[in-house]
Structures are given as structure tokens and as C-alpha cells.
Nanobody, 115 residues
């Protein structure tokens, strides 16, 4: 079992920046990979970025060059630095952790980008 708590969402103007955090607790040593997903109103949840326990990262094409995923193992926390935000980045952002084949999810944090 692992518990995930996101923070850092909010309202920002287009072109601005936000940093999301995801604090993990519980069986954190069993986590093989973590990631961020997002879901906009009326749309399916989509992958934003992932990071493995070895530090390998992967990004959706829509955020490459603007978003950076990272993790601080000492703090059991994962981050998503979001720069050059666009109105189309508006969504609820969810933290995700994978233990073997089972995904765990946080409660989500709202990011709203105004034009």
C-alpha cells in the first residue's frame, strides 16, 4: 500500500509557471515508477510524464520542453515543474505510483491556466 498526496495546483496566467508536488508514504520502497496524469473536463485522463526508480523520464509530446518531472528520494516526493503554461494545460493533475502491476493514485490537484 502507498498513499499519495498532491499539492501545488492553482490559478496562473498563460506563460506562467507552477510546481506540483506528490508526497508518498507507506510501501515506498516497492514503487517501480511514478508519474503525473491529467484530466480536463469532458476528456479522458492522459499521461503527462513518468519517472522510473532509476531516474529515466518520459513525457507526452504536448509538454516536452515545458514540463520537468523529478523525484527527491530523501523526501519521498515527486515534482512536476510546469513552465510556459497554456490554457490547454488546464486540468486536474493526478499523481500515480506503480507497485508491480498495481497503480495507486492521489486525490488530484486542480491547475487552471487563464488566457
Amino acid at each position: 500500500q502507498v498513499q499519495l498526496v498532491e499539492s501545488g495546483g492553482g490559478l496562473v496566467q498563460a506563460g506562467g509557471s507552477l510546481r506540483l508536488s506528490c508526497a508518498a508514504s507507506g510501501s515506498i520502497f516497492d514503487i517501480s515508477a511514478m508519474g503525473w496524469h491529467r484530466q480536463a473536463p469532458g476528456k479522458q485522463r492522459e499521461l503527462v510524464a513518468t519517472i522510473t526508480s532509476g531516474g529515466r523520464t518520459n513525457y507526452a509530446d504536448s509538454v516536452k520542453g515545458r514540463f520537468t518531472i523529478s523525484r527527491d528520494n530523501a523526501k519521498n516526493t515527486m515534482y512536476l515543474q510546469m513552465n510556459s503554461l497554456k490554457p490547454e494545460d488546464t486540468a486536474v493533475y493526478y499523481c500515480n505510483a506503480l507497485i508491480k502491476t498495481r497503480p495507486y493514485w492521489g486525490q488530484g490537484t486542480q491547475v487552471t491556466v487563464s488566457s
